[in-house]
């Protein structure tokens, strides 16, 4: 299967296009071959997206909305084919790929609410006969560029805002995972969304992503991905005076507090450090203990890991799946590495795993560090598959210290059971999402997603705060006064 870019509504042909494999990461098997597209084909899709845009930001918002609605129930249907094509080339566990098609259901249904409401501003002038209110106009032509660890739901956090909002799009997946924006794709051709709303183009970030961010019509580019490339994205986008978001990585902690609930914040740990191998931005990568429940956090940890069963994902009974490939491995083992020379502890895991049918696929056992010091690199820098650093702390105002230390701002989370350290710790824990006896991840799509620091540039994905990315505030005066009111001067 050969997948080719969706431009202006029709699937490119061929045309001596070069490809690359997309493989299955939990066996190594060829899934699909996927174009690298040039830069004349991202001229082509902007040009599309540019011609559309101006028919489609006059369609009324609620008609927007309805092709959304039309999306979400197309997801529906689909849904347990999207999530299985989702395990298969991302590698997360079927259950965890049946939430994040949900999650793009919700969002669906979400931004097509939104088709009804746009809400602006109408306040009082401060002259007799004259009427001021703000409206969200839409941007244009917006650029967006996905990571592949949550191939559909990201896409939708940026692609239905862009939808309803009155804006076109040409949207680059990762290279790893185009299989999921190819179905998406094709739900857009079923919904007949007109031709050159959305357009999706395959495709190295070098030449694809960077042909995106530098056209002058393309306005706005939202990007998810590494802090690295992030700010390369950032530094060219601001040459072309862009209007940039961006969602980046993480360095999220759990702090487990003297008076918190172990065994409920073993599972938090579990759940959001080694569900989608560890591969989510929000990943717990640290926990910081409270000494007197350290030894006590430590052997329950050790213990329940024991039971978390590795595989393919598309198997319902394993509990991690593999990570994306060779690369992630090697990254992984080498910061296990530097974890053992900095002195810290391997309490479990540590290694590749071989054993049989997993020698064809790319797994990590799901590892647990103690000791660790808060500033080594473990501690500080993203590691991205399924290693937990432990780290002990004598007080709440030393755990939001560590919580603070790291260039990442993204998610954390309190266990406690005192009221008092709790809003203390939503107040001073310096991240753009906070959980109170939940783990780091579980985000809901309706409040705003994104991180302070290293992780963001001060936008927001999903909830209204999306929006915000793709329209531009217009304000709006009506004189009905016949005559010339001079504001701050006649009235004064
Ligand atoms: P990545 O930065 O390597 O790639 C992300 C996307 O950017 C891909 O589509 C890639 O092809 C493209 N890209 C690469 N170089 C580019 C360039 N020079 N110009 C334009 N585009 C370019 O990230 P990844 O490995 O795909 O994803 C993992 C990272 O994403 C982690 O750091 C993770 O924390 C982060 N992430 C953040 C969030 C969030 O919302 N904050 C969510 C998910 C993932």
């Known amino acids: 299967m050969k997948l080719n870019n969706y431009i202006n509504g029709v699937w490119q042909e061929e045309g001596g296009a070069d490809y690359t494999a997309v493989l299955n990461p939990a066996n190594g098997k060829e899934l699909a071959q996927v174009r690298l597209s040039t830069t004349e084909d991202v001229d082509q899709a902007v040009e599309a997206a540019k011609v559309a845009q101006k028919k489609w930001a006059l369609v009324p918002a609620p008609k927007r909305a309805d092709y959304l609605y039309a999306i979400a129930n197309i997801m529906i249907e689909k849904k347990e084919h999207l999530s299985q094509v989702l395990t298969a080339e991302m590698g997360k566990v079927i259950e965890e790929a049946r939430g994040e098609v949900q999650e793009g259901i919700d969002m669906a249904f979400y931004m097509a609410g939104e088709g009804r409401r746009l809400f602006g501003q109408t306040v009082p002038s401060e002259l007799e006969n004259k009427f001021a209110m703000s409206v969200r106009a839409p941007i244009g032509v917006v650029g967006l560029i996905t990571p592949w660890n949550f191939p559909i739901a990201i896409a939708t956090w940026k692609s239905f805002p862009a939808i309803v909002a009155g804006n076109t799009f040409l949207w680059k ?40 961010i530098e056209h002058p019509d393309v306005k706005v580019i939202s990007f998810t991905g590494s802090t690295e490339t992030g700010r390369g994205i950032a530094e060219l986008g601001g040459r072309h005076l862009k209007k940039i978001s961006l969602e980046m990585g993480g360095k999220n902690a759990i702090i487990v507090m003297d008076d918190a609930d172990v065994d409920l914040a073993v599972e938090g740990i579990l759940w959001s450090a080694f569900g989608t191998a560890g591969q989510r931005c929000t990943a717990c990568s640290r926990v910081i203990v409270h000494k007197s429940v350290k030894a006590e956090l430590e052997q329950k940890l050790v213990e329940s890991m024991k039971s978390l069963t590795i595989g393919d994902g598309a198997d319902e009974s394993n509990k991690i799946g593999p990570v994306i490939n060779k690369g992630s491995l090697d990254k992984i083992e080498s910061y296990v590495q530097i974890g053992k020379d900095e002195g810290a ?32 690199r473990l501690a500080q820098e993203e590691i991205f598959g399924p290693v ?87 304000a709006i005066y009506i004189d009905y006064s016949g005559t010339l009111q001079r504001a701050q001067i006649d009235n004064n």
């Open 388 to 474: 937990i650093s432990l780290i002990e702390v004598e007080s709440l105002e030393e755990a939001i210290e560590v919580n603070n230390s790291v260039e990442f701002g993204l998610s954390s989370a309190i266990f406690s059971r005192d009221v008092n350290r709790i809003f203390r710790a939503q107040r001073d824990l310096d991240t753009g999402i906070v959980y109170v006896n939940a783990g780091t991840t579980g985000a809901e799509i309706h409040l705003p997603f994104g991180g302070t620091k290293g992780t963001g540039n001060g936008h927001r994905d999903s909830g209204v705060a999306a929006l915000d990315v793709y329209t531009e505030w217009k």
């Open 345 to 376: 502890t391997l309490l479990a895991g540590g290694s590749i795993l071989t054993d049989g049918d997993l020698a064809n696929g790319n797994y990590y056992a799901p590892t647990l560090f103690t000791d660790v010091k808060w500033d080594s």
């Open 173 to 212: 997946p990762a290279t790893e995972t185009p299989m999921m924006a190819y179905e998406l794709a094709k739900i857009f051709e079923e919904v007949e969304l007109p031709k050159g709303v959305a357009n999706i183009v395959f495709g190295s970030g070098s030449t694809v992503g960077t042909a995106m």
